[in-house]
C-alpha cells in the first residue's frame, strides 16, 4: 500500500498533462503571488507538449481537445503586474521552435491564438520583454510557409 503512495509520476504522461492544465485553468488571476506557480506550470505544459509532438500523439491530441493555446491567450489577458509576459513568450517561442509535425504548427497557427499574442498590448518600457517578443516573432516566422501563412493573414477575396 505504502509503495503506491511513493511512486514517481510520469511527467510526460497524458494524465499528467490533464493535472496541470486543471491546475492552471484553476488560476483566475496571475499575480506576484501566484507568479512562479504559474511560470511552472507554463513550463511543464511546453515541456509535454514538445515531448509528445515527438513521441506520444495523445498528449498532442489533448492539447488541442483542451484549447491550451487559448488557456495561453487567458493567462496573458489575466497577468496583473505580475511580469508573466517573458516567460510566457520565451515558453511559446521555444514550444514553436520545437514542434515538427504540421498537424501541430496548423493548429497553434490557427484560431487566432498567435494573432492574439501579437497584437496584444504589451508594455515594453524598460526590461527585456522586447527581445522575448521579437524571438517570439522569430519563432513563429520561422515556420511560415505558403500553407502556414493564410493561417495568420486574414485574406478578403475580391469579386
Not at 20 to 39: H, T
Not at 104 to 109: G, Q, T
Amino acid at each position: 500500500m505504502w509503495r503506491s503512495l511513493w511512486r514517481s509520476i510520469d511527467r510526460f504522461s497524458p494524465q499528467y498533462f490533464k493535472y496541470i492544465l486543471n491546475e492552471l485553468r484553476g488560476i483566475k488571476v496571475v499575480e506576484r503571488s501566484n507568479r512562479e506557480l504559474v511560470i511552472d506550470i507554463l513550463q511543464s505544459m511546453v515541456e509535454i507538449v514538445t515531448y509528445g509532438d515527438k513521441h506520444d500523439p495523445i498528449i498532442f491530441e489533448y492539447f488541442m481537445e483542451y484549447q491550451v493555446m487559448a488557456e495561453f491567450v487567458r493567462v496573458l489577458k489575466i497577468s496583473k503586474n505580475s511580469r508573466i509576459e517573458a516567460p510566457l513568450l520565451q515558453y511559446l517561442s521555444i514550444m514553436i521552435q520545437n514542434i515538427e509535425s504540421d498537424h501541430a504548427i496548423y493548429y497553434c497557427f490557427s484560431n487566432g491564438y498567435i494573432n492574439s499574442i501579437i497584437t496584444h498590448p504589451f508594455k515594453f518600457e524598460g526590461g527585456d520583454l522586447a527581445s522575448y517578443y521579437m524571438s517570439f516573432l522569430r519563432a513563429v516566422s520561422s515556420k511560415l510557409n505558403r500553407d502556414t501563412l493564410c493561417l495568420l493573414v486574414k485574406v478578403e477575396l475580391v469579386s
